[in-house]
């Protein structure tokens, strides 16, 4: 009997390690780090696709069925093509990390435009590009116009890719960037001490496959209360996809406008928070500690913030008469909610005109601006900076000007109980760095190619924080066409740069100049 | 003394009174103004005597007179304020803050920094040194105004407020009065140099070339006025008739955004939007660090670049040493710590005076530029406040704003946040005690 066990033990093990030399190590074929993971990201888009696919062949109102399947099988191509000719090397550099995330980020907004490009939804292709580098990166910014009239299949895939582009973002921010020692992950580590609690299990891969967990749950769970409150099954589907991630995308022209209903904002008001929450202190509510939520500083932060902003605004939009007490409060929140989390919703309607910010009063807007800066927290489907970078570089500037008062004063950056060490916080700081320095690009280069001094900067700011919908002309009732060409071009960069957190998109340019100038000093050695 | 670049203050206080002395000067000055203004009569309203004062001191061109009502007399001592709060905060940035405690604190002096051009070895030198370029400088603008054809009044009035890089002008449209090519080609390049740091002004004179070609700060002040300017006419050429006229426009107004001066040609509002915010982006840069103008300061946008480079840089090589080097020498961690801080209090500062003006009832576009515009000493903005505008366009309540912002910016923020802090903290001892 010991025999047979044995026996097929061996087996077992020399199968399995047939299998590994064949789909792992796969001798025959060229190393490509980049490839590989951008096949894989190729192949994850695909159900998407073919759910959409069967939505629009369900539909009667258009019959796309046939490019959008053709979108899928492009990318189905594609994506096994890549993953059965390259390999990945058991050793990852940081260059190639950077590089493989940003590859995999354009790949999928290229091949993501093609349902709608070959639907006929987007004529031109950078316009199709344009709103699936929206989609992906969960901003919310559209040129399509009008929305409604398009087939529901090709709507519904606009919904998906902000889906998955809120999730890829939460994986990439919590598991794979921190994994690969990029500052998130020591963040996180620094706000909520424990051995393990930097990652909701020892193994990355199945810290991933929680997160996913998480965020299906919660998105049904958005689903479902939308279904509650009277919407159909599409629509709270729909909805539920672009409020788990944050995204902003919606079937209607009107947004959520359409259904001019309280009830439908609060559900989705909700959603956006619980979006723009950590998903590690979800994991640790979920597994049954819901104080987790009470003793993370960067939350009461964030719950503060977004708060405090949203009385003022309403507020001061009812002091200028914009309109009636209660109908202020609810448009200063929603807009408070949906430009803090980058969800970028937007609740305006004929019935309802208050709710369009861009026509907000001065003041309301100017607060606008830092809530869209600061984003949601670490570790969560929102954008913009994060409510705990802000916290950090508030606490550094006070420990700075302690420095000026008493020179040789001993002071630390504490977050909770623990102190942020120096590298840290100089990480902390070269980040907003360059984020300011981004925007301040930004805004300069939109001006150039003919933008107003409001639209180009808010709309830079939107777009480096993932947000959506900008003030002056890019309002919330506007559409990014208000934009020029070259100018779209512009915000599709600044897009997945904020998306990325900056690094990846940034160091491909950086490593590639670095490859150049190794290579021209290997020649001039020769 | 090891380090020769060292200059000792010749008395020892502590940081927090250095400041509050600075503090409470640079208030006492405006209150004295104020008075003048006040006793006058020409000014009736105590919240615009105070702003005209403020505007004056902080070397501001944002005025609420209107300058051809004022007696001769008036426009004088309002040009000379400007001119002395133009010497104050040379003074500050060049004799005060390196020295005090033997230390170089509050990053506002760099062309010392590790180099062996220096500008003198005692303090008294130091002082003699600056006031002699400050005071050499404002005579050759004087000559230069009087031989393109001004009045010897105007000529002098303008030659403070050039020097001071102030920007108040005896002619509600400023320079668009004289309708002088030479005047403005003058004006032009007393403003570019006016944003020059009196270190390198004084190396120009002695023709210390080396020294000149080793600042990385001058050679990018060059290069923006340079680059600028070539913008600025390509954007503005169809519009202003092209030709020698634009360039010479568009180079005027540049420098006149670069140095923080706020002088004005023409109505620049009318322009496409572009070339705006480009001077917009150069009033919030702003001049060189160690001159009369305001501005982030073109130094710390460089160390601000360095930061940025050297994150990148670690990214791909987390265990890599990469310093941030200005002017070739390596700028302190210690500094560029507080050029992180001085960057989140610049743009702390520029959104409350954003939200601000916009809540006191100014438009966005207003808010934006006029706390920018305010916070770097300039005046100039977009919106209500481009063109020939004055102060006035804003509600009283919104220039109280300015006023605040005018302030933090003369003296670097750092100076008013810790002084007020170290108030509230003696207010509260003093409650604990009773």
């Given amino acids: ?31 490509s780090r980049v490839g590989f993971v951008v096949g894989l990201g190729l192949l994850f888009l695909v159900p998407g696709m073919l759910l959409a696919t069967l939505i629009e062949w369900g539909s009667s109102t258009s019959n796309s069925e046939v490019s959008l399947g053709l979108g899928a099988l492009v990318t189905v191509a594609a994506g096994v093509l890549l993953v059965t000719f390259t390999r990945l090397d058991e050793d990852l550099p940081p260059a190639s990390v950077f590089a493989a ?75 794979i960037l921190p994994f690969l020692g990029v500052g998130g992950l020591s963040l996180i580590t620094v706000e909520a001490p424990g051995p393990t609690s930097d990652r909701l299990a020892p193994r990355v891969s199945s810290t991933a496959r929680r997160l996913w967990a998480l965020y299906g749950g919660i998105t ?66 979920a597994s049954g500690n819901p104080r987790a939520y009470g003793r993370s500083s960067e939350f009461r932060t964030y719950l503060i913030a977004v708060g405090a902003a949203a009385v ?29 989390t980058s ?105 150039a190619l003919g933008e107003d001094l409001i639209t180009s900067s808010s709309g830079a700011i939107s777009a480096l924080s993932n947000m959506g919908p900008a003030l002056g002309d890019a309002g919330p009732t506007s559409n990014y066409l208000v934009f020029t060409r070259p100018a779209r071009g512009v915000l599709m960069a600044l897009m997945l740069i904020g998306r990325l957190e900056f690094f990846a998109i940034f160091l491909v340019v950086v490593s590639a100049y670095e490859r150049t100038r190794r290579l021209h000093r290997v020649k001039l050695r020769r | 003394m090891s380090d020769p670049s060292r200059v000792r203050f010749p008395w020892h206080r502590s940081a927090v009174r250095v400041l509050t002395t600075v503090v409470a000067g640079a208030a006492s000055l405006v209150v004295i103004s104020t008075v003048v203004y006040l006793a006058s009569g020409e000014i009736s309203r105590l919240d615009d005597a105070i702003f005209e004062s403020m505007a004056g001191f902080t070397t501001t061109s944002l005025t609420v007179v209107d300058p051809e009502a004022l007696p001769a007399w008036l426009l004088a001592w309002r040009a000379l304020t400007q001119w002395l709060g133009g010497l104050g905060g040379l003074a500050f940035a060049l004799v005060v803050v390196p020295a005090f405690g033997g230390q170089r604190r509050l990053s506002e002096v760099a062309e010392g920094r590790g180099r062996k051009v220096v500008l003198a070895r005692t303090w008294s030198h130091n002082t003699q040194r600056v006031v002699s370029a400050y005071v050499g400088f404002t005579v050759l603008v004087f000559a230069a105004y009087a031989a393109a054809g001004m009045g010897a009044f105007d000529a002098a009035t303008f030659s403070l407020t050039t020097a001071s890089t102030g920007g108040f002008a005896n002619y509600r449209d400023s320079f668009a009065h004289f309708d002088s090519a030479a005047i403005e080609w003058v004006g032009a390049g007393a403003m570019a140099l006016a944003g020059v740091s009196v270190a390198a002004l004084v190396w120009m004179v002695r023709g210390q070339v080396q020294a000149l070609w080793r600042s990385t700060e001058l050679k990018l002040y060059a290069c923006l006025i340079l680059g600028a300017t070539v913008l600025v006419t390509a954007w503005t050429w169809t519009d202003t008739g092209g030709g020698a006229d634009t360039i010479r426009e568009s180079l005027f107004a540049v420098t006149s955004s670069i140095s923080t001066t706020g002088f004005r040609t023409a109505d620049w509002g009318h322009w496409v939007a572009a070339p705006q915010i480009l001077l917009l982006v150069l009033i919030g840069m702003g001049s060189m660090a160690g001159s009369a103008g305001g501005g982030f300061r073109l130094l710390r946008a460089i160390e601000i670049f360095g930061i940025v480079r050297r994150e990148l840089v670690m990214q791909l090589h987390p265990r890599a040493v990469v310093p941030v080097r200005v002017s070739g020498a390596v700028a302190s961690e210690a500094s560029l710590t507080r050029v992180h801080n001085f960057q989140i209090l610049w743009v702390l500062a520029i959104a409350f005076g954003v939200f601000g003006i916009a809540s006191l009832g100014g438009d966005m576009p207003t808010a934006v530029s006029g706390s920018i515009s305010a916070l770097a000493t300039a005046g100039p903005g977009l919106g209500d406040l481009s063109g020939f505008a004055d102060a006035t366009v804003l509600a009283a309540p919104a220039r109280g704003v300015l006023i605040a912002l005018m302030f933090l910016g003369r003296l670097s923020i750092y100076p008013v946040v810790v002084v007020i802090g170290w108030g509230i903290g003696e207010i509260q001892r003093l409650r604990l005690r009773l």
Wanted: glycine share 12%; net charge positive; aromatic share 10%.
């Fill in chain 1, 220 to 285: 049904v769970a958005i689903a479902a209360a939308l279904m509650i409150t009277g919407l159909s099954l599409y629509d709270a589907v729909a909805h539920a996809f672009t409020t788990a991630g944050t995204g902003g995308f919606s079937p209607y022209d009107h947004s959520i406008g359409h259904f001019d209903s309280t009830a439908v904002e609060a559900v989705m008001m909700a959603g956006m928070l619980i979006g723009g929450v950590s998903f590690t202190l979800h994991w640790r509510a």
């Fill in chain 1, 343 to 447: 969800g970028g919703f937007a609740n305006a309607s004929d019935a309802n005109p208050g709710g369009d910010f861009a026509a907000w009063t001065p003041g309301a807007q100017a607060l606008l601006l830092p809530l869209m800066v600061m984003g949601g927290m670490t570790g969560s489907t929102a954008g913009g900076l994060k409510v705990l970078r802000a916290q950090v570089m508030a606490k550094y500037m006070r420990v700075g000007l302690l420095r000026v008062k008493h020179p040789q004063v001993v002071a630390r950056v504490k977050l909770g109980q623990r102190a942020v060490s120096e590298p840290i916080l100089q990480r902390v700081a070269g980040l907003v760095a360059l984020y300011a320095l981004s925007a301040l690009v930004a805004t300069f280069v939109l001006a």
């Fill in chain 1, 101 to 175: 995330v940003a590859w995999t980020w354009i790949s999928c907004s290229f091949f993501g435009a093609l349902p709608l490009w070959f639907s006929g939804a987007l004529s031109s292709f950078d316009n199709a590009l344009f709103e699936a580098v929206s989609g992906m990166t969960a901003t919310g910014s559209t040129v399509l116009s009008p929305i409604e009239g398009t087939g529901r299949g090709v709507l519904m895939w606009r919904q998906i890719m902000q889906w998955y582009g809120g999730m890829g973002m939460v994986v990439l921010a919590v598991t």
């Fill in chain 1, 1 to 31: 009997m010991t025999m047979v066990l044995s026996t097929v033990r061996q087996v077992r093990a020399v199968a399995k390690g047939a299998v590994h030399q064949l789909l792992v190590d796969r001798p025959w074929n060229v190393t």
């Fill in chain 1, 312 to 340: 003022v605004m309403s507020l001061l939009n009812w002091a200028d008469d914009l309109s009636d007490l209660p109908n202020s409060f609810r448009n200063g929140f929603f807009g408070a909610v949906t430009l803090s």
